[in-house]
């Protein structure tokens, strides 16, 4: 265990379907990410918060929709998904008070299947 | 724009030395990172460069020079559980990281 701990490990689901990611750690950080990685590409950054606010959106499709209650939760809302969505969503926290040395800990991940 | 490159694959033989390398170009530079990903698991923090030269941390050492836009990651007397993923980025102005694809390591009896 990371830290970071990301629910549910799989999840398929149709392009109708409405499901949620959710991700939650205890470290005290700040600062929360969403990314997505596929197969042999660099991880895409989707959206920041800090201090529970949104500062980060790198133009993700409004199909994809946060949202952070609090500085230990982040959840991610899926809602008419495609066949191109499915891959690796990872979350990742950092604290943003002058540690960059310390790097980002990411959840295992949320694999997801859209069919 | 930003990049960083890094091979996609490398095999190695148990108990020798592999170098992954990692160029990039970003607007700022706030450190250079490397982590390590095994399937189906988390990325891990390795190490984390600032200034050139090299940090030494047990088998892995990496190495960075900020002029040549220029990083390594060093592996030795390789074990089969380095079987991984390994993953280079670099931290821009913004204290964002940008990611290289990562290059999988293939371990070999």
């Known amino acids: 265990e990371t830290g970071v701990t990301q629910t549910p490990r799989h999840l398929v689901m149709g392009m109708t379907n409405k499901k949620s990611l959710k991700c939650e750690q205890h470290l005290g950080h700040n600062a929360m990410y969403w990314y997505k990685q596929s197969a042999k590409k660099p991880l895409e950054l989707m959206f920041v918060?800090?201090?529970?606010?949104?500062?980060e959106n790198n133009s993700v499709p409004s199909r994809f929709s946060p949202e952070c209650p609090n500085s230990s939760h982040l959840f991610l809302h899926l809602h008419t998904l495609q066949p191109e969505d499915s891959a690796l969503y990872l979350c990742a926290s950092r604290s943003s008070s002058g540690q960059e040395a310390v790097g980002y800990t990411f959840g295992s991940g949320t694999r997801l299947t859209v069919v | 724009g930003q990049n960083i490159d890094q091979p996609t694959e490398m095999t190695a033989t148990e108990g020798a030395i592999v170098q992954i390398n990692c160029t990039y170009q970003?607007?700022?530079?706030?450190?250079l990172f490397w982590y390590q990903q095994h399937a189906g698991e988390a990325p891990t923090f390795l190490s984390y460069?600032?200034l050139d030269g090299l940090e030494e941390k047990g088998r892995f050492s990496s190495f960075l020079s900020r002029s040549k836009g220029y990083s390594y990651l060093l592996l030795k007397e390789l074990q089969m559980k380095d079987s991984a993923s390994y993953l280079c980025a670099v931290m821009d102005s913004n204290y964002q990281l940008i990611w290289g694809a990562g290059t999988k390591l293939i371990i070999k009896p």
């Open positions: 460069n600032v």
């Open positions: 970003t607007s700022g530079f706030n450190g």
């Open positions: 918060y800090n201090f529970k606010e949104q500062t």
